[in-house]
């Protein structure tokens, strides 16, 4: 059974840095599409980020290229977000995802597998 578990969340100050972890286990059929959501309040899930574990492609929507940045341990067991240069509107809860490594979809349907979030809070 897949199981994800994300830490590293807290409460910063804008300007900050905040690096974010998932750990993966329990996957079988090979080595699986990962990706990070993000949860505002009131909004819906939003991809953040993504990366396919066997090539190390990696897919950022338009809007989160310039502040975050995910990677994977060698392992493929730990998936990473580092979010730089925080801003109020990055507060939200932060999910890690997976599913088979097909394509990454910005849907949050197509992802079968998911941990339970981090809370982020950002202050000004």
């Known amino acids: 059974q897949v199981h994800l578990a994300e830490s590293g969340g807290g409460s910063v100050q804008a300007g900050g840095s905040l690096k974010l972890s998932c750990e993966v286990s329990g996957y079988s059929g090979g080595l699986p599409l990962m990706t990070w959501f993000r949860e505002a309040p009131g909004m819906k899930r939003a991809l953040v980020a993504c990366?396919?574990?066997?090539?190390?492609?990696?897919y950022y929507p338009d809007a989160m290229k310039d502040r975050f940045t995910i990677s994977q341990d060698s392992s493929k067991t730990w998936l990473y977000l580092q979010i730089d240069n925080l801003k109020s509107e990055d507060t939200g809860i932060y999910y890690c995802a997976a599913r088979d490594p097909l394509y990454c979809s910005d849907y949050p349907n197509r992802y079968p597998y998911w941990g339970r979030g981090t809370q982020v809070t950002v202050s000004l």
């Open positions: 990366i396919e574990s066997e090539s190390g492609l990696i």
